[in-house]
T-cell receptor, first 115, second 112 residues
Framework: AAGVIQSPRHLIKEKRETATLKCYPI?????VYWYQQGPGQDPQFLIS???????DKGSIPDRFSAQQFSDYHSELNMSSLELGDSALYFC??????????????FGSGTRLTVV | KQEVTQIPAALSVPEGENLVLNCSFT??????LQWFRQDPGKGLTSLLL?????REQTSGRLNASLDKSSGRSTLYIAASQPGDSATYLC???????????FGTGTRLTIIP
């Protein structure tokens, strides 16, 4: 079965550079979520999209932005990178019937290292 | 604000033993509860999903229960194996708000 695809798997950037992470949800899933997981921490919600519109926003820095495209893939853009942005970035998707939730499927993540 | 706590934070047991991981949440208004497994530096693998109307779900050696009224869930692992070593996370989407709130995780080590 198709899973959530994230690219790249690993990314090394220097401080103040820009990074773009991509997420391809499971086909027919209409909702995408982005999470950040620092070393030894549980995943923290950043932002989500439902039907290409932003649906919720968590603790996402103003330096970060994201969008969902017409084919439902999503991109997380991170500018003016800081050392503290080094983390695993996960994308998840689900099919969100507003009255029922069928569970979330996560991608393998992108490990971002800022040096 | 929903808070999800997992106890214990770390657990080491000999191979072959049965074990229970605990998850508690403060707001019982949830759509469902999902248990995930995470290997070091890897992604999150969904293990079990329990809808709010269900009391338990089983998959192989895993059994998850849900008691919404008391805000608790348990993950039971039977006949543990070294390959079960990983961090186990529970997560809930609060009703009316679908982003997942994760628990603090239990790091499980199965000793051969």
């Amino acid at each position: 079965a198709a899973g959530v695809i994230q690219s790249p798997r690993h990314l090394i950037k220097e401080k103040r550079e820009t990074a773009t992470l991509k997420c391809y949800p499971i086909p027919r899933h209409d909702t995408v979520y982005w999470y950040q997981q620092g070393p030894g921490q549980d995943p923290q919600f950043l932002i989500s999209f439902y039907e290409k519109m932003q649906s919720d926003k968590g603790s996402i820095p103003d330096r970060f932005s994201a969008q969902q495209f017409s084919d439902y893939h999503s991109e997380l853009n991170m500018s003016s990178l800081e050392l503290g942005d080094s983390a695993l970035y996960f994308c998840a998707s689900n099919l969100g019937d507003r009255g029922r939730n069928y569970g979330y499927t996560f991608g393998s993540g992108t490990r971002l290292t800022v040096v | 604000k929903q808070e999800v706590t997992q106890i214990p934070a770390a657990l080491s047991v000999p191979e072959g033993e049965n074990l229970v991981l605990n998850c508690s949440f403060t707001d019982s208004a949830i759509y469902n509860l999902q248990w995930f497994r995470q290997d070091p530096g890897k992604g999150l693998t969904s293990l079990l999903l329990i809808q709010s109307s269900q009391r338990e779900q089983t998959s192989g050696r895993l059994n998850a229960s849900l008691d919404k009224s008391s805000g608790r869930s348990t993950l039971y692992i039977a006949a543990s194996q070294p390959g079960d070593s990983a961090t186990y996370l529970c997560a809930v989407p609060p009703a009316g708000n679908e982003k997942l709130t994760f628990g603090t995780g239990t790091r499980l080590t199965i000793i051969p």
